[in-house]
């Protein structure tokens, strides 16, 4: 079970050192990291997150 977690662990640190290595970069240098279905699919969740955010707060204010 402990090398299960370890190798997740291992994975998981790889993912982010690909992402860091290849999208960075690109990013600062103004390309796109995603397509615009999926820059489409980002604002939806960021429009949702926001949403969920905000009735928290107001449920919080009124209790």
């Known amino acids: ?4 977690v370890l190798a997740m ?16 970069p690109a ?8 397509t615009a279905k999926g820059e489409g699919v980002l604002e939806a969740a960021r429009e949702r997150v926001g ?4 009735s928290t707060a107001a449920r919080t204010r009124t209790h």
């Open 51 to 54: 949403g969920v955010g905000r």
């Open 27 to 34: 990013r600062r240098n103004g390309r796109d990291v995603l």
């Open 1 to 4: 079970m402990v090398f299960l």
């Open 9 to 24: 662990l291992v994975a998981t640190g790889l993912a982010v050192a690909v992402v860091g290595v290849v999208a960075v």
